[in-house]
């Protein structure tokens, strides 16, 4: 299992913010040479490069510009990595101006004091806010910025696995809008809705002009939505030995023409939280899985029958509860589709090992 520890650097120091962000130009020159690369080969009909070929294109570039050879061999495995990830031919240019620094480097790279709370990349020596112990063992990490401007280093450390016995007390998760999560016994949680209580704000600071102000109501509402799932996440994984969530995909309801709709999905930050709880379970030695929920709302979690009285289509969205016609049962929307992904969940987990053929990520943070 990996796992990413992030430290903000203290770079209250002018001449430590520079050294990092000419760091950052050099990467970007590294990144534009692999996407020219790249985009030659498309046009002359070649054969598209690899990340081998780059690191011969770029043999010596990290004494010419200053920066170690790991970091030019990590930035164009990177490229190759997204260029693949993404499936698209080429890729975006890296700017000096608007490109977030972000400085690759693998373990050898990179001295972490754990005791002093200190490091040094480059012969450059830079403190930590070190909050929290490091595990395991470092295998590779990144100097990034944000926008606001502030720099941290995160390392990527392999942990050991962790076995142990797996529980019985399952739980079906939907995600929804009104409510973040409604889970299978009746119990849901409402969305905090971060960024509507924060949008007014943002309108104000938009118009007046006022950037610095913008940037930082947008941080504070990410910083806000990050907490809130964590939190939410560590709860579901402390309380519930087996998780089974909903499909649903942000991207697909994102692209839809109704921008109140696509502005609560990224507001809820679906990704995120299913991101949190399939690694966390993965780390406590529990289980997490995503399972279908086609039907899920329109099918009676009663009787098994899609009634003619159940939501169906945007016409049906904001219909909360309803009546089942088959078996006359009072279904609340949520719940009904929770316990729907719960039954779908039981049915296609191995019964033998619940660890197999289970599709788990990790993630930053626990």
Not at 97 to 126: C, M
Not at 199 to 213: E, M, Y
Request: contains cysteine.
């Amino acid at each position: 299992m990996f796992k990413t520890f992030k430290y903000r650097i203290k770079d209250s120091n002018s001449s430590l913010r520079n050294s990092l962000k000419e760091m950052g130009c050099a990467v970007n020159r590294i990144w534009n040479n692999a996407n020219e690369t790249q985009q030659l080969a498309i046009s002359s009909e070649h054969k598209w490069p690899s990340s081998f070929d780059l690191n011969n294109d770029t043999a010596g570039w990290g004494k010419h510009l200053n920066i170690h050879s790991d970091t030019v061999q990590e930035t164009n495995q990177q490229y190759i990595k997204s260029r693949t990830q993404f499936k698209k031919p080429y890729l975006r240019w890296r700017s000096n101006s608007k490109s977030l620094t972000w400085v690759p480097f693998k373990a050898r790279a990179i001295h972490v004091d754990f005791t002093l709370g200190s490091a040094r990349y480059l012969g450059i020596n830079f403190d930590l806010f070190y909050h929290r112990p490091l595990e395991g063992t470092v295998k590779t990490g990144s100097i990034t910025a944000d926008s606001r401007g502030r720099f941290y280093l995160n390392l990527v450390c392999e942990l050991p696995d962790f076995v142990g016995p797996t529980g019985n007390h399952k739980v079906g998760i939907d995600l929804g809008l009104k409510s973040v999560v409604s889970l299978s016994d009746g119990i849901s949680v409402e969305s905090p809705k971060y960024f509507r209580m924060m949008q007014n704000k943002l309108a104000k600071a938009q118009r007046a002009g006022k950037k610095k102000q913008t940037r930082n109501l947008h941080a504070k509402i990410k910083n806000q939505r990050l907490d809130f799932n964590h939190k939410l996440s560590n709860t579901l994984v402390n309380s519930y030995d087996v998780l089974y969530v909903g499909d649903v995909k942000s991207s697909d309801i994102i692209k839809t023409k109704s921008k109140g709709m696509a502005k609560s999905v990224n507001d809820v930050g679906w990704f995120q939280l299913k991101s949190f709880l399939l690694y966390k379970a993965l780390a406590r030695g529990k289980v997490c899985q995503e399972v279908s929920e086609k039907y899920s709302t329109q099918t009676c979690s009663e009787c098994g029958t899609i009634s003619t009285a159940s939501p169906k289509g945007v016409a049906g969205l904001n219909i909360r509860e309803w009546t089942c016609a088959e078996c006359g049962v009072s279904r609340d929307r949520d719940t009904n589709a929770a316990k729907n992904i719960l039954r779908s969940g039981t049915r296609s987990l191995p019964s033998k090992n619940l660890d197999t053929k289970l599709s788990l990520v990790g993630s930053p943070g626990l």
